[in-house]
Nanobody, 118 residues
Framework: QVQLVESGGGLVQPGGSLRLSCAASGIIFRIYAMSWYRQAPGKQRELVARITSGNSTNYAESVKGRFTISRDNVKNTVYLQMSSLKPEDTAVYYC????????????WGQGTQVTVSS
Protein backbone atom coordinates (compact mmCIF):
# COMPACT_ATOMS: atom_id res chain seq x y z
CA GLN A 1 0.00 0.00 0.00
CA VAL A 2 1.42 3.33 -1.10
CA GLN A 3 1.28 6.21 1.36
CA LEU A 4 2.49 9.77 1.10
CA VAL A 5 2.11 11.59 4.41
CA GLU A 6 2.67 15.33 4.51
CA SER A 7 3.45 17.31 7.65
CA GLY A 8 4.74 20.71 8.67
CA GLY A 9 1.92 22.96 7.56
CA GLY A 10 0.43 25.64 9.74
CA LEU A 11 -0.12 29.33 10.29
CA VAL A 12 2.81 31.67 9.74
CA GLN A 13 3.20 35.43 9.47
CA PRO A 14 4.24 37.08 6.21
CA GLY A 15 8.00 36.89 5.83
CA GLY A 16 8.17 33.74 7.93
CA SER A 17 9.36 30.24 7.11
CA LEU A 18 8.01 26.72 7.17
CA ARG A 19 9.38 23.34 6.19
CA LEU A 20 7.04 20.75 4.76
CA SER A 21 7.87 17.06 4.82
CA CYS A 22 6.41 14.18 2.87
CA ALA A 23 7.23 10.68 4.02
CA ALA A 24 6.69 7.96 1.43
CA SER A 25 6.13 4.26 1.91
CA GLY A 26 5.19 1.40 -0.39
CA ILE A 27 7.23 2.69 -3.35
CA ILE A 28 10.85 2.48 -4.46
CA PHE A 29 11.31 6.09 -3.45
CA ARG A 30 14.65 6.72 -5.14
CA ILE A 31 13.31 6.11 -8.65
CA TYR A 32 10.36 8.49 -8.32
CA ALA A 33 10.28 12.16 -9.22
CA MET A 34 8.83 13.96 -6.22
CA SER A 35 6.85 17.16 -6.43
CA TRP A 36 4.96 19.64 -4.34
CA TYR A 37 1.75 21.10 -5.69
CA ARG A 38 -0.59 23.58 -4.09
CA GLN A 39 -4.21 24.54 -4.45
CA ALA A 40 -5.67 27.78 -3.17
CA PRO A 41 -9.44 28.22 -2.72
CA GLY A 42 -11.14 28.72 -6.07
CA LYS A 43 -7.94 28.04 -8.02
CA GLN A 44 -6.50 25.11 -9.92
CA ARG A 45 -3.84 22.93 -8.43
CA GLU A 46 -0.41 24.15 -9.54
CA LEU A 47 3.09 22.75 -9.50
CA VAL A 48 5.31 24.43 -6.93
CA ALA A 49 8.54 22.44 -7.17
CA ARG A 50 9.84 19.13 -8.49
CA ILE A 51 12.94 17.08 -7.84
CA THR A 52 13.81 14.19 -10.12
CA SER A 53 15.39 10.88 -9.20
CA GLY A 54 18.66 12.43 -10.36
CA ASN A 55 18.17 15.46 -8.08
CA SER A 56 17.40 17.95 -10.84
CA THR A 57 15.00 20.59 -9.61
CA ASN A 58 12.57 23.05 -11.09
CA TYR A 59 10.32 25.65 -9.52
CA ALA A 60 7.31 27.76 -10.29
CA GLU A 61 8.37 31.31 -11.10
CA SER A 62 6.38 32.61 -8.16
CA VAL A 63 8.51 30.70 -5.63
CA LYS A 64 11.97 30.81 -7.19
CA GLY A 65 14.54 32.07 -4.73
CA ARG A 66 12.19 31.55 -1.79
CA PHE A 67 11.44 27.80 -1.78
CA THR A 68 13.85 24.88 -1.88
CA ILE A 69 12.93 21.27 -2.57
CA SER A 70 15.17 18.44 -1.42
CA ARG A 71 14.99 14.70 -0.88
CA ASP A 72 16.47 12.09 1.42
CA ASN A 73 16.50 8.68 -0.25
CA VAL A 74 17.46 6.98 3.02
CA LYS A 75 14.48 8.42 4.91
CA ASN A 76 12.19 8.20 1.85
CA THR A 77 11.23 11.79 2.47
CA VAL A 78 10.94 14.92 0.35
CA TYR A 79 11.07 18.38 1.86
CA LEU A 80 9.95 21.84 0.87
CA GLN A 81 11.72 24.64 2.69
CA MET A 82 9.64 27.79 2.32
CA SER A 83 11.02 31.20 3.22
CA SER A 84 9.86 34.81 2.82
CA LEU A 85 6.32 33.56 2.78
CA LYS A 86 3.59 35.75 1.33
CA PRO A 87 -0.17 35.71 1.83
CA GLU A 88 -0.52 34.46 -1.74
CA ASP A 89 1.35 31.30 -0.73
CA THR A 90 -1.69 30.31 1.32
CA ALA A 91 -2.97 26.99 0.00
CA VAL A 92 -3.24 23.29 0.65
CA TYR A 93 0.11 21.76 -0.30
CA TYR A 94 0.16 18.27 -1.78
CA CYS A 95 3.00 15.84 -2.21
CA UNK A 96 3.20 13.88 -5.47
CA UNK A 97 5.27 10.88 -6.50
CA UNK A 98 5.53 10.15 -10.21
CA UNK A 99 7.30 7.42 -12.18
CA UNK A 100 7.25 7.18 -15.95
CA UNK A 101 8.07 3.99 -17.79
CA UNK A 102 5.50 3.54 -20.53
CA UNK A 103 2.68 5.06 -18.54
CA UNK A 104 2.90 7.56 -15.72
CA UNK A 105 2.26 6.21 -12.23
CA UNK A 106 1.11 8.94 -9.87
CA UNK A 107 0.50 8.97 -6.14
CA TRP A 108 -0.78 11.85 -4.01
CA GLY A 109 -0.69 12.74 -0.37
CA GLN A 110 -3.69 14.03 1.55
CA GLY A 111 -2.43 17.61 1.70
CA THR A 112 -1.34 19.98 4.42
CA GLN A 113 -2.69 23.49 4.94
CA VAL A 114 -0.34 26.45 4.85
CA THR A 115 -1.79 29.80 5.87
CA VAL A 116 0.24 32.99 5.65
CA SER A 117 -1.44 35.76 7.56
CA SER A 118 -0.74 38.41 10.14
Amino acid sequence: QVQLVESGGGLVQPGGSLRLSCAASGIIFRIYAMSWYRQAPGKQRELVARITSGNSTNYAESVKGRFTISRDNVKNTVYLQMSSLKPEDTAVYYCNAAYTLVLVTNYWGQGTQVTVSS
